[in-house]
């Protein structure tokens, strides 16, 4: 039996807040810059949890190699970062699933790749910033996921075990870099996973379909 969780740590994009449509906007007001057409959002939203990389190579197919990469890449990001929380809501169910952790006297953190540039803007726009007991973004440290590193700075910063805390994402990095760290995964089906994604394949510990089914793999 696994033991007692005593930490839920959470990817930020698709799995604690919905970023999609602040993200898509960012996206297609770039193309339009570039005399391309508007794509529509649920074209979009199955790659907002693959970043600035996943979103550029839908939107003008081009990939860390090509040699405008690093020109749109700043383009976008300067355009993200003027719409952060447009539309960004927390999914329906986090807020009632947070205040229940923290009833329970567990602490929870966000592990996300996404710079702090715009993590901690967000955060703090969803009003979480003071009750995360960390934040993690995917320039805390020298490494991201699916590199175990962010994941074991949580744990430390936390003051919980890896083997006792359950890291939750919505892409196959977020579970490979919790079974690197020892932690156990679940997968937020509600999440951005696209058509050609495999779940069942990523070895994760569990799958949920709302946020609320966390609580039932706390253990104990």
């Known amino acids: 039996m696994p033991e ?5 740590l959470f990817d930020l994009d698709g799995t604690l807040a919905d970023t999609a449509l602040d993200l898509g906007f960012a996206l ?39 040699p405008n990469f690093s020109a749109l890449r700043a383009e976008y990001l300067d355009l993200y970062a003027q719409h952060i929380c447009d539309h960004t809501l927390l999914f329906s169910g986090i807020p009632e699933l947070l205040q229940e952790l923290e009833a329970r006297g567990l602490r929870w953190g966000v592990v996300t ?20 007991a960390c934040i993690i973004s995917g320039d805390t440290t020298a490494n991201t996921k699916p590199h175990p590193q962010p994941l074991l700075t949580a744990s430390a ?46 070895g994760a510990h569990g799958r949920i379909d709302a946020p609320q089914d966390v609580l039932d793999h706390l253990g104990g």
Not at 36 to 56: D, F, Y
């Open 28 to 66: 297609n007001q770039q193309r339009r810059l570039h005399g391309l057409n508007a794509l529509p959002q649920e074209m979009i939203r199955p790659l907002a949890s693959h970043g600035a990389r996943g979103l550029l190579k839908l939107g003008f197919d081009v990939t860390p190699e090509s």
């Open 157 to 202: 910063q936390v003051r919980v075990a890896p083997a006792a805390c359950l890291y939750v994402g919505d892409a196959e990095r977020d579970v490979e870099a919790a079974l690197a760290a020892g932690m156990q995964a679940l997968i937020a089906n509600y999440g951005y996973i696209a058509a050609e994604d495999r779940p069942d394949t990523w």
């Open 4 to 8: 007692p969780i005593r930490a839920v």
């Open 113 to 132: 790749n996404k710079p702090a540039r715009f993590t901690l803007p967000l955060m703090q726009a969803l009003k979480l910033e003071q009750r995360a």
